[in-house]
């Protein structure tokens, strides 16, 4: 028998996960839950939808939702809105798949107490908590786990990794147009208030280390190491839009250097007024090092001449090679997801191209409707996403105090892992 599962927010990001979620082989039951009236329309009136879903399954709020008889839910709300939707979420007897981060508030300290509360919620309600990053399952992230598995970075020396966003959209999404399509919304207008009131009034400083999740994810699942310490340097705004000031001022970019537990560096940039837009990771180690989309390798032995070249090479792996596979029924069920004019038939015979993100939406789906079957700690958990997010905070909290070489909290690995 499937699961039930409730859609939280439908907007720009939200509707992406909408036909994968629901052809889910494991997933019996779909409902949607958005405080627009209109985008809950769209998909209660789609055809694709018919089978697993009923009328009564359409909810205005995430406090009816919370009432309803459902296994789980997908928040996919403002991510200054996660955290304590996500709590009242797991406290209500659901599961809960959260788009990122785990929340984006200008305060680190009270970012850091409801990752201390999200943490204590998962513990105590016993319920299965997923943070939804996508760079987690983009191809090369995948390879790497592997050949970390493998031990074959061999001692790991140092990474880098990238999450620029430019607000203009000169060179790719306009993050100014996707921040005001967030705020017209009637959630959006009731937390951009609260949000002026409580932070940007009291001249507490945003930085983009506090959307941490897209460049710390990569090094710290392939190295499997948190952070012991940072230090930080960021920029002002240039001042030529308003942007910045729209969202209370501080950081345009955050540039940070980590001391990590395994002993390697990392250095992470956090870029939102940068000209290009870029993601993606360089990872070193003695045997392996991951650059320019390319594997390098060395076979370390001891040599016994001075000419003895140790055995290397250089792989450059497709996307399609680098990443794990989906069980066949699943990819069955999401190229009909991703094409619902295909039938059956001629399904059975095609390949799965995973879409989203570097083709990580049908993964992230895949892994939470799975670890809610099986009973299992999901990957991206709640101690793995607090340490993510903790970096990123400290991370912020260095650049306001000029770079000061700052302690990283941590909770630990999740229990069983
Ligand atoms: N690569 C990524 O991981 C990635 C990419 C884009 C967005 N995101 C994340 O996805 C989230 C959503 O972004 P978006 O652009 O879709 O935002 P959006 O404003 O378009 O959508 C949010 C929706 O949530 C609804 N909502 C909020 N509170 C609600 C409540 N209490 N009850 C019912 N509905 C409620 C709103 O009405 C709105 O429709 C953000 O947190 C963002 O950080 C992640």
Redesign the pocket.
């Given at each position: 028998m499937g699961i039930s599962i409730g859609m939280?927010?439908?907007?720009?990001?939200?509707r992406g996960f909408v036909n994968l979620f629901k052809a889910h082989p494991m997933v019996d039951r779909i409902a949607f839950?958005?405080?627009?009236p209109d985008?809950i329309k769209k998909w209660a009136d789609d055809p694709f939808m018919k089978h697993k879903f009923q009328a009564k399954d359409a909810y205005?709020?995430?406090d009816e939702i919370c009432k309803s008889d459902l296994d789980a839910l997908v928040i996919?709300?403002?991510?200054q809105?996660?955290a304590p939707?996500c709590i009242q979420a797991m406290k209500s007897g659901k599961h809960v798949f959260s788009?990122?981060?785990i929340i984006?508030l200008p305060d680190g300290n009270e970012m850091l107490e409801w990752c201390d509360k999200m943490i204590a919620t998962v513990k105590s309600t016993g319920q299965r908590y997923m943070l939804?990053?996508?760079s987690y399952y983009v191809p090369e992230a995948m390879f790497l786990r592997r050949k970390q598995k493998e031990g074959a970075f061999g001692r790991f020396i140092s990474a880098v990794d990238e999450y620029s966003h430019d607000y203009s959209g000169a060179h790719g999404c306009s993050l100014r147009k996707?921040q005001l399509?967030?705020d017209a919304?009637?959630?959006?207008i009731a937390s951009i208030k609260i949000m002026r009131q409580k932070y940007f009034s009291q001249g507490i400083l945003y930085g983009p280390m506090h959307y941490p999740t897209?460049s710390m994810v990569g090094p710290v699942s392939i190295m499997n190491a948190h952070a012991l310490k940072v230090s930080a340097i960021g920029t002002k705004p240039t001042g030529y839009d308003d942007y910045f000031e729209m969202s209370g001022g501080g950081f345009s970019n955050e540039t940070a250097f980590f001391h990590m537990s395994n002993g390697a560096v990392f250095s992470a940039r956090e870029y939102r007024e940068v000209t290009g837009e870029s993601g993606g990771n360089s990872i070193y180690g003695t045997c392996g090092t991951w650059r320019n989309g390319k594997w390098l390798w060395t076979k370390r032995e001891y040599n016994t001449t001075v000419d003895q070249i140790p055995a290397h090479g250089v792989e450059e792996p497709t996307a399609a090679e680098m990443r794990d596979p989906l069980p066949r029924d699943v990819q069955k069920a999401f190229i009909l997801a991703q094409d619902q004019s295909l039938t059956a038939e001629k399904v059975e015979n095609m390949d799965f191209t995973p879409h989203g993100?570097g083709g990580s939406h049908p993964y992230l789906v895949h892994e939470f409707v799975s670890a809610v079957v099986e009973n299992r700690m999901p990957t991206i958990n709640a101690w793995e996403a607090a340490r993510y997010m903790a970096m990123g905070i400290m991370a912020h909290e260095s650049v306001l105090k000029d770079g000061e070489l700052l302690k990283v909290p941590d909770w630990g690995d999740a229990p069983g892992q």
């Open positions: 939280v927010g439908l907007g720009q990001f939200g839950c958005d405080m627009e985008r205005s709020t995430l996919i709300t403002q991510p809105l996660h939707q788009a990122v981060p984006y939804g990053e996508t996707v399509s967030r919304s009637q959630a959006g897209h993100h």
